[in-house]
């Protein structure tokens, strides 16, 4: 090797074993998701699921069992969904033909999300009010409902309530779907006028069916 030679290699770059590649870009951070809808005319139709504290939307299997035990065709129905939060289970109701479904949400954020996907889906059947649950439960200015559906956050303490609330604005014939992270037993049912008609434990989640004591079994 001449002296032009070595003077080229040692102005060469070294490569050692211990060089690493450059490090990747990490991927860019996903938002909150999406649910779909698991039965009836919206079948497949995507719901998002906006970036909000306390949002849990009913697992697929759980709305699967529910509507299981429900029937596939609500039409006729009248449907509350008292903590709509995603609308998972009142766009069910809807995509499965209940006549009219209300929809409360007290965050105008996801009212407003909300909204827009009842305009996305045509769905007129759907009435979306920015109220507080509880309080327009107790003002009981609807018309009985045939479903009352009720999934308030686990750590708020207002399953009981809303429980005693909703059993108020329940059709003689009705059911009323409560969702918690603990199970309802008979005796606490039994005491609000209420029968359980199915219950079902799926990881954190117990999905309770009750129906008024006087209706047939």
């Known amino acids: 090797m001449d002296s032009r030679e070595r003077t080229r290699a ?5 490569v050692t074993r211990s060089a690493r590649p450059p ?17 009836g005319q919206w079948k497949r139709s995507r719901l998002p699921i906006p970036d909000s ?23 006729g129905w009248r449907c509350l969904d008292a903590f709509a939060g995603s609308g998972a289970l009142g766009f069910e109701a809807a995509s499965r033909g209940a006549t009219e479904v209300v929809l409360l949400e007290r965050d105008p954020r996801l009212a407003a999300s909300l909204r827009s996907v009842q305009q996305r889906l045509g769905a007129t059947q759907l009435r979306i009010e920015v109220a507080d ?5 107790a003002a009981r200015i609807a018309a009985p ?19 005693d609330a909703a059993r108020l604005l329940l059709t003689g014939h009705g059911f009323l779907y409560l969702e918690t992270d603990s199970a309802f037993d008979a005796g606490a049912c039994a005491a609000r006028g209420l029968r359980l008609h199915r219950h079902l434990h799926a ?3 117990h999905a309770h069916l009750m129906r008024p004591i006087d209706t047939a079994a």
């Open 133 to 137: 649950a509880l309080a327009w439960m």
């Open 23 to 39: 490090l990747r870009p990490a991927p860019a951070t996903r938002g909150a998701g999406e649910l779909r809808l698991i039965g």
């Open 145 to 163: 409902f045939d479903l009352v559906l009720l999934d308030p956050p686990f750590d708020a303490g207002l399953a009981e309530p809303a429980l």
């Open 203 to 205: 990881g954190r989640v």
């Open 10 to 14: 040692a102005r060469m770059p070294r």
């Open 53 to 75: 504290p306390g949002l849990r939307p009913t697992p697929d299997r759980v709305r699967e069992t529910l509507f299981n035990w429900l029937g596939q065709d609500l039409s």
